[in-house]
């Protein structure tokens, strides 16, 4: 490199060598010229047989009998940047291992699924307008990339029954990747991650929910946070709620800026009948809400579109 450096200093220093020409009597010209460009060539073509050089010393020979040793660090020409886990993986991950810690089991959702799902088994009247609001995609063949993770309520009700039967709990969160067909903003996207808690058990109640949402939350936020709950409505719980939390201070939060994070309550008795298991004897609760909005707030984000985006600029700063 310095070699290559030095030879297009001297050949920029002819420059000055040229410019003298005006000075050299006329039947000297022709030679001084002569050698002047003999000089220019020669340097030239030591400029190329460096730059050759340097190429042949960056290129590393493909050997493909060579075993794998795909640990080995590459070398410092290929000035690889290395890739790094998406964002929204790693907070999943945060975020289901807190469950897991309060013994929760994981299972994850779907990516296509259909009507019964979506919501027959979620106590939605046939034809009933609930069923609009939640913008659904819907496939040539009828089925549904699910607008919601709460599409796992019933498998897991049912895969999960013989627990009840064994004396145990219900205790299942479901993460998972969902579609809405809305008009993309800084706070709307059409592909999110919903996480879904479901529980059930002979006897918990409302109070169990908020406690094992704000302990989750604490635990997401790492600090005490102020909880409140206001009436929402949900074809598949009753009651339903929605869960906010206040703003902490340290992510720039006002007191009394309380934030919607989810919504829940207690799983309709139809719900629980439809997956075979008798509400007379056994209650439950259910939660779901989104991943992107809890990320974007721990890390003071303002726009939603930046997950999906694939923008390098921004996935390098996790
Ligand atoms: N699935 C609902 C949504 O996406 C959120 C939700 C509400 C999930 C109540 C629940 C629930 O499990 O019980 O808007």
């Known amino acids: 490199m310095e070699e290559l450096e030095k030879l297009k200093l001297e050949l920029k220093s002819l420059n000055s060598e040229y410019a003298k020409i005006k000075e050299v009597p006329a039947e000297k010209r022709g030679e001084f010229g002569r050698e002047l460009n003999a000089k220019k060539n020669a340097i030239l073509e030591r400029i190329k047989k460096a730059e050759e050089a340097l190429l042949d010393a960056d290129v590393v020979p493909l050997d493909i009998t060579a075993p794998c040793s795909s640990n080995e660090p590459l070398p410092e020409v290929y000035s690889v940047f290395e890739g790094s886990e998406h964002p929204l993986m790693t907070e999943l991950d945060r975020v289901t291992e807190i469950y897991q810690l309060m013994g929760f089991d994981v299972v994850e959702s779907r990516q296509l699924d259909d009507e019964f799902h979506m919501f027959d088994s979620l106590n939605f009247a046939k034809e009933h307008p609930a069923r609009d609001g939640y913008d659904t995609f819907r496939t040539e063949e009828g089925l549904i ?17 013989h627990n009840l039967d064994e004396g145990k709990d219900i205790a299942v969160v479901v993460p998972g990747r969902v579609y809405r067909n809305e008009d993309v903003d800084a706070t709307h996207e ?22 094992i949402l704000r302990e989750f939350f604490e635990k ?28 902490p201070k340290s992510l720039g939060g006002k007191k009394g ?43 003071g984000l303002k726009d939603v579109r930046h997950f999906e985006s694939g923008n ?7």
């Not at 919601?148 to 029954?161: D, E, G, I, N, P």
């Not at 059409?190 to 406690?211: A, I, P, R, W």
């Not at 989810?262 to 259910?286: R, S």
């Not at 390098?312 to 996790?318: C, Q, S, V, Y």
């Open 312 to 318: 390098l600029n921004f996935l390098k700063e996790f």
């Open 220 to 247: 997401y936020y790492e600090q005490k946070l102020n909880i409140r709950t206001q009436p929402g409505y949900f074809p598949f719980t009753e009651p339903s709620l929605e869960f906010m939390i206040e703003k």
């Open 145 to 161: 990339p699910p607008a919601h993770t709460s599409t796992m309520q019933h498998r897991v009700l049912k895969a999960y029954k």
């Open 190 to 211: 059409h592909t999110f991650y919903q996480c879904e808690g479901v529980f059930v058990s002979k006897d918990c109640t409302l109070g169990n929910m908020l406690g």
């Open 257 to 299: 800026d309380f934030l919607e994070m989810l919504g829940c309550g207690m799983i309709h008795p139809n719900v629980l009948k439809m997956a075979g298991i008798d509400p007379t004897k056994y209650h439950g609760f259910a939660w779901g809400g989104g991943i992107d909005r809890l990320v974007m707030l721990r890390y």
